[in-house]
């Protein structure tokens, strides 16, 4: 399956987030677009992964790991089945190598910074204080991408979809995993 680009809608849009005549803009996206990809993120999961083993959590750090990992896999998996397009190649100011749909920056950073954000804190309004800072620097990472030319917008509203439906998705079977655990623990 091949989609060739966006429609007239998105590259309006498009064009009205492009910073290219911005440079202070393009500067503060490419920064922000670094949050979002692989280099950070994996390491940052491995971090988190270990601190939450450090912290006597390794169910939370091993959902974790397998939520970032499989999460960016599965990112992939439907950008080579998509085949969508990139805007073109004179239009980008950082540079790409993969397909466009889903954002990867978008679907990955909203995977990573919720998922941690979830599991890192206990107490509810510590849980929504950090999802809700999650989802804002995601939502920043995913807005960083069309400023700089290489996604569509709706490339980078599906990665934030998915992502989301993947933490929702994950944390929903963690849950399960957990009981699942506690009762076999309990039955000794």
């Not at 202070?24 to 922000?32: E, H, V, Y």
């Not at 490339?155 to 076999?184: H, N, P, Q, Y």
Request: aromatic letters at 6%.
């Amino acid at each position: 399956m091949l989609l060739l680009g966006a429609g007239a809608a998105d590259r309006e849009l498009l064009l009205a987030l492009y910073a290219a005549d911005e440079p202070w803009i393009s500067l503060g996206a490419i920064g922000l677009t670094q949050l979002g990809g692989a280099k950070v993120l994996i390491p940052l999961a491995l971090l988190g992964a270990l601190w939450l083993l450090s912290r006597r959590r390794p169910l939370d750090g091993l959902i974790l790991l397998a939520a970032v990992l499989v999460g960016k896999l599965l990112v992939l998996l439907q950008k080579a089945w998509l085949g969508r397009l990139r805007p073109d190649e004179n239009m980008r100011l950082v540079e790409v190598s993969n397909l466009s749909f889903p954002s990867g920056h978008a679907a990955n950073s909203m995977i990573f910074y919720l998922t941690f954000a979830l599991l890192l804190f206990v107490d509810p309004r510590e849980r929504r204080i950090a999802a809700a800072c999650a989802v804002a620097l995601s939502l920043l990472i995913g807005l960083s991408r069309p400023l700089l030319g290489v996604h569509w917008p709706s490339d980078v509203v599906g990665g934030w979809a998915f992502g989301l439906l993947w933490v929702m998705l994950c944390l929903a079977a963690a849950r399960t995993l957990k009981r699942s655990v506690s009762r076999a623990a309990a039955r000794g």
